[in-house]
């Protein structure tokens, strides 16, 4: 299975508020409020850090959930959310993070 590199589109309009995440895609006006898991994996989604490594450095660390039940549901939210617009999925880095121009 190919990894997955995930980052926040920047056709949304996202808040937190009252410690939770709300987001709209500016592409087809869905509106989305994410629990804390969710919450974590938005906040993660830089472009250059694996999907994976985000469930098992983060959501598995945070939560003491299962590796494989944790992956599982974070590809499932990745794949909604894309589906909106709401993040971009690659199978490669979406920012060079060795780029000098990039901070």
Not at 1 to 26: D, N, P, Q, V
Request: proline content about 3%; hydrophobic content about 40%.
């Amino acid at each position: 299975m190919a990894e997955k590199y995930i980052a926040r589109s920047t056709e949304i309009a996202a808040r937190m508020l009252g410690g939770e995440m709300m987001i709209m895609s500016a592409q087809d006006s869905t509106f989305f409020t994410l629990n804390e898991v969710a919450t974590v994996i938005w906040q993660a989604a830089d472009g250059c850090t694996p999907l994976s490594e985000i469930v098992r450095g983060k959501i598995c660390q945070e939560f003491e959930v299962d590796a494989e039940q944790a992956q599982r549901g974070a590809e499932r939210f990745v794949d909604e959310l894309s589906q909106h617009g709401i993040l971009l999925v690659s199978e490669r880095p979406l920012i060079d993070s060795s780029d000098p121009e990039i901070s």
